[in-house]
């Protein structure tokens, strides 16, 4: 005879097993959270490194691909093709603002279009010197009506912009983002100052080629952004006629508002009075900082604290040039300004503490070796800005 | 004004350059097989230089393999190809990037080449235009072709265009395709290697090249003869996130329920923030796995069929996959990228696939890398297909291969749809 034996029944899970059982799903779950954190954290390091990486590696083949260069044509091409095959944007165009026109720019090459799509040129309404849009943010805000119309004329909505104020070079790149795309952000300013800047150095370099240079044809000069060849018109910095003066208070407001300096330079005055011009908008032109109260203009008399002013107070961190007060280029500022700017280095001469003034003079003519005497910093602060 | 003549694309910003250059020809040997890889925009350009570097094995191929990254044009490397290699049989098959021996790079200027010289090694071309109608009735039609051409074919290589429509955005389905391939082969199937077709990451398009036309609805097979065998490592870069859940509602490639409650509640529970953004997108990749055999039994990353969710959606409280061959009753887990585990994989497997050839005679190796992979997209520390690269760089096998949307590899005896793998396979000459 054969006994068979049936399987044997599972017994039920006991109340203990039960929680036990729930308890470990509640581990895993809580388990695979931290997981995903860590992998979430470890991505953006990743892609933070990536980006610095990437940047670097573009600086310095955008450097090799353009030494050899000997025509502005061969630029444009060397530089689309660098910057298509490294995926940086799918259409791109290089435009010169026309000096007659400020806002204007006519179209010098073209990346990703049909040559028929194009007009060979467009206008802005504000020029920032700096800028992107996306479908989530447009920087900076009071310059949404131009980057529509860089939507418009480049048929794609996310859209960098890069502007060399004096030059008024300009360089436009455009994508379509997706769910693999980083979009156009913030940081990408360092990007925007890569490009632009390698663009401008090799325009340079060509224009300082002697006429007849070989490779150098004479339509050369033509196709290459004029502001960079002829000396730069008083055009170039044009006084804000809305509002040829700005006071700190309305930074702080404008600030608050979101909107941020487009660009800002200084004018030496004389060896020890350096005057502050901004802009929110290129186009409309520039005004004179004054300060919180009255009508004085700001004056600077040390570079640390012109620095720590325009980027702490004004929060400002583009690049920081200074105009001479008889440079071209400031002229139609300067002459604008001059009875606010005259009164104010002489109202500050004539509180400034004789000593002082010999001693930074001093130190001026004879260098480090003959130091002047520190003084403590409110009194440096309150006697310089 | 000047225009440059780039066709229009759309991709990240991201930059990968070829690590060493091997000079031309020189990964090609006495095997009959050439491969050779180039990096140009100009279409035209690049296809005659890869003709110029197979040239010293491959004078006048019998066959030829183009991956073509997907920025080219496909019209004019349409043109290109029957202009340099006339009257000669090719299969064109577009990337997100391509991989080889000399280099690698995902801007979708990148081109490659394998061209098959002798007559004991070349493949057959079969083609089928039907994937527009029916996913597994294209299958079918390619697999009665492929067993039509080679009988005894022991290894096909198996292509399709991924992308049905962008807008909104449908992807033939590769488990489709391959059940409808079986099918119409009918009877002792060769082993399916493969991968889908994407012009971009954003998977915008697709497209296949044969001599007379660009197809964009299309799947062809590279039919062996019997001699060529291959094998296959699979890279691997997921790790179990979650306790299982079992799919309670399904509808093709939408799950719509998880343990009985709306797919994405489910999955939103177990994340430490809600899979879908304010913008409709995913905000992080994630991908569901299905576990082959013991459920409760020890497992390596190889027991997982993974797919990707492809997107969710908020109205519905459903989540899209990638290919819809999951069902109702399977367990599944929340599958998370590990960026360290993908490096270690790539450099484990192309370890491994040097080592085991016992017997074999290696004609080429083929590198099908999925999309995501990327450094871009997977925010690894490095480029995996840079490692797989590095690791092979002084085999004297050939590497070719490119970025592609899903994989197609044999897993648990037949061959698979594959997410987030790299598929590396040593097409062998049988001795």
Not at chain 1, 373 to 383: C, D, I, V, Y
Request: hydrophobic share 40%.
């Amino acid at each position: 005879m054969t006994i068979t034996l049936a399987d044997p029944v599972p017994a039920a899970p006991t109340k203990t097993e039960t929680r036990e059982l729930a308890y470990y799903r509640n581990l895993a779950t809580d388990l695979g959270k931290d997981l995903q954190r860590a992998q979430r954290s470890l991505e953006v390091a990743n892609n933070a490194l990536r980006r610095f990486q990437e940047l670097h590696r573009l600086g310095r083949r955008l450097s090799l691909v353009t030494l050899a260069v000997t025509t502005t044509d061969e630029l444009c091409l060397r530089f689309f093709e660098l910057v298509a095959q490294l995926n940086i944007c799918s259409r791109a165009l290089i435009a010169r603002e026309q000096t007659s026109a400020p806002g204007a720019f006519a179209i010098d090459a073209a990346m990703g279009f049909e040559r028929a799509s194009l007009p060979d040129h467009f206008k802005l309404p504000m020029v920032p010197e700096f800028g992107f849009t996306t479908a989530a943010d447009t920087h900076p805000p009071s310059a949404a009506a131009s980057f529509i119309m860089l939507q418009r004329l480049v048929g794609l909505p996310s859209i960098l912009w890069a502007y060399d104020v004096e030059t008024g070079l300009a360089l436009v790149l455009a994508i379509t983002p997706g769910p693999a795309n980083t979009d156009f952000q913030l940081d990408d300013r360092d990007l925007a100052t890569v490009l632009l800047g390698t663009l401008l150095d090799v325009y340079r370099r060509l224009q300082a080629r002697p006429t007849g240079a070989a490779n150098a044809p004479e339509q050369e000069a033509a196709a290459s952004p004029s502001r960079a060849v002829e000396p730069p018109s008083s055009t170039i910095f044009r006084i804000n006629h809305a509002k040829p003066f700005i006071t700190e208070t309305d930074v702080t407001r404008t600030a608050q508002a979101d909107e941020h300096v487009q660009h800002a330079f200084y004018v030496e005055w004389d060896d020890t009075h350096y005057f502050l011009f901004l802009t929110y908008d290129t186009a409309s032109g520039y005004s004179l900082l004054r300060k919180w109260r009255g009508h004085s203009p700001r004056t600077f008399r040390d570079l640390r604290s012109m620095i720590r002013h325009v980027r702490d107070s004004l929060s400002y961190h583009g690049e920081l040039t200074i105009y001479p007060r008889d440079d071209a280029r400031v002229t139609a500022l300067v002459e604008h300004a001059r009875p606010l700017m005259a009164a104010a280095a002489n109202a500050e001469d004539a509180e400034a503490e004789p000593i002082a003034a010999v001693l930074q003079s001093d130190y001026q003519r004879n260098g480090p070796s003959e130091r002047p005497q520190e003084r403590p910093p409110s009194e440096r602060l309150s006697s310089t800005a | 004004m000047k225009t440059a003549p780039f066709v229009t694309g759309s991709w990240p910003g991201l930059d990968i350059s070829a690590r060493q250059s091997a000079p031309p020809g020189a990964r090609s040997d006495h095997r009959g097989v050439a491969t050779a890889y180039a990096k140009c925009a100009d279409t035209r350009a690049a296809i005659s230089a890869l003709a110029h570097d197979i040239a010293d094995v491959a004078p006048a191929p019998l066959f030829v393999l183009l991956f073509l990254g997907g920025r080219h044009d496909p019209q004019s490397a349409l043109d290109a190809m029957n202009a340099t290699f006339p009257g000669i049989p090719f299969l064109g098959v577009s990337g997100t990037g391509v991989i080889a021996s000399e280099g690698f790079g995902y801007s979708g200027f990148e081109a490659g080449v394998i061209a098959w010289a002798g007559d004991r090694t070349a493949p057959r071309l079969v083609v089928t235009t039907r994937l527009a109608q029916s996913d597994h009735a294209g299958g079918a039609e390619l697999g009665r072709l492929a067993k039509s051409v080679e009988a005894d074919s022991a290894t096909v290589l198996l292509f399709y265009s991924s992308v049905r429509s962008f807008e909104p955005r449908e992807l033939h389905s590769a488990s489709k395709l391959i059940d409808g391939f079986y099918d119409g082969w009918d009877g002792e199937a060769p082993t399916l290697i493969g991968g889908g077709a994407l012009t971009d990451l954003n998977l915008s398009e697709s497209w296949l090249l044969t001599n007379d036309a660009v197809h964009r609805h299309a799947a062809a097979a590279l039919v062996f003869p019997r001699v060529i065998q291959a094998t296959t490592e699979i890279l691997r870069a997921c790790r179990p996130a979650s306790a299982f859940m079992q799919i309670t509602k399904l509808s093709g490639d939408r799950v719509l329920e998880l343990d009985g409650r709306a797919a994405l509640d489910e999955i939103n529970s177990r994340l430490p923030a809600p899979l879908i953004n304010a913008e409709g997108h995913p905000s992080q990749i994630m991908i569901l796995g299905k576990k082959l055999g013991d459920r409760f039994g020890p497992a390596s990353t190889a027991d997982f069929v993974n797919r990707l969710i492809l997107t969710g959606d908020p109205k519905t409280k459903s989540i899209t996959l990638f290919e819809p061959d999951f069902s109702e009753g399977d367990w599944v887990q929340l599958m998370s990228h590990d960026a360290d585990l993908m490096v270690d994989e790539a450099r484990n497997g192309a370890r491994a696939c040097r080592t085991n050839l016992p017997a074999f005679r290696p004609l080429v190796r083929l590198y099908i890398d999925c999309a995501g992979r990327a450094r871009v997209m997977s925010a690894t520390p490095v480029e995996e297909a840079g490692i797989v690269q590095g690791e092979l760089l002084n085999d004297p096998t050939p590497l070719m291969g490119f970025y592609s949307g899903v994989e197609i590899a044999p897993v648990d005896y037949r061959s698979r749809s594959l997410d987030w793998t790299g598929v590396l396979t040593t097409l062998v000459e049988t001795v």
